[in-house]
T-cell receptor, first 109, second 123 residues
Framework: GQNIDQPTEMTATEGAIVQINCTYQ??????LFWYQQHAGEAPTFLSY??LDGLEEKGRFSSFLSRSKGYSYLLLKELQMKDSASYLC??????????WGAGTKLIIKP | GAVVSQHPSWVICKSGTSVKIECRSL??????MFWYRQFPKQSLMLMAT?????????EQGVEKDKFLINHASLTLSTLTVTSAHPEDSSFYIC???????????????????FGPGTRLTVT
């Protein structure tokens, strides 16, 4: 079967760095997405990785290792507004998105 | 990024009535639209995938006669919840992918652009 695993909840301090991991097992691979979702709102796109390596975009970076079926989202200089759920999703061979359950990130002052 | 709108943003209806939710891609032509449902503190659950001009593909466990999906054009898809019941109360989110921008240069992407969601409460 297809499976996406990510931690249910993480806590970090304002100004610090946090890494959210995602492991996956899917039928085929056409890229991995990270989305941010604030409570009561729809998800918003953060990043897309299809090749191995690190993609940096401001305070957020996303890493992919296809051989390990592994990705992480790195958030630097955390701000209170970063408190949200972070969803990992993998596009399979049929171009369908397989969603993880999301990681709720709590930022403390 | 591309813009997707949903209407209404929230709706309250009585049990047994039907509710229609619209999803529009405002600045690109969406070849595929997706409908999701999300219960409180849970992840997104894909309900169905629809391609313009063809019947929607429903996920297992989703009643196609209860959740009617129409994707009549490259910019509009509708979800109708028929004979709604309190257990249908949820956050319904659409997303759109693929296609070409209506204005500006052509773009094709498998990225899903999400609408803002519709909160449905059935009393």
């Amino acid at each position: 079967g297809q499976n996406i695993d990510q931690p249910t909840e993480m806590t970090a301090t304002e100004g610090a760095i946090v890494q959210i991991n995602c492991t996956y097992q899917t039928s085929g691979f056409n890229g991995l997405f990270w989305y941010q979702q604030h409570a009561g709102e729809a998800p918003t796109f953060l990043s897309y990785n299809v090749l191995d390596g690190l993609e940096e975009k401001g305070r957020f970076s996303s890493f992919l290792s296809r051989s390990k079926g592994y990705s992480y989202l790195l958030l630097k200089e955390l701000q209170m507004k970063d408190s949200a759920s972070y969803l990992c999703a993998v596009m399979d061979s049929n171009y369908q998105l397989i969603w993880g359950a999301g990681t709720k990130l709590i930022i403390k002052p | 990024g591309a813009v997707v709108s949903q209407h209404p943003s929230w709706v309250i209806c009585k049990s047994g009535t039907s509710v229609k939710i619209e999803c529009r891609s405002l600045d690109f032509q969406a070849t595929t639209m997706f409908w999701y449902r999300q219960f409180p503190k849970q992840s997104l659950m894909l309900m169905a995938t629809s391609n313009e001009g063809s019947k929607a593909t429903y996920e297992q466990g989703v009643e196609k006669d209860k959740f009617l999906i129409n994707h009549a054009s490259l910019t509009l898809s509708t979800l109708t919840v028929t004979s709604a019941h309190p257990e249908d109360s949820s956050f319904y989110i659409c997303s759109a992918s693929g296609g070409e921008r209506i204005t500006g240069e052509a773009k094709f992407s498998y990225e899903q652009y999400f609408g803002p969601g519709t909160r449905l409460t059935v009393t």
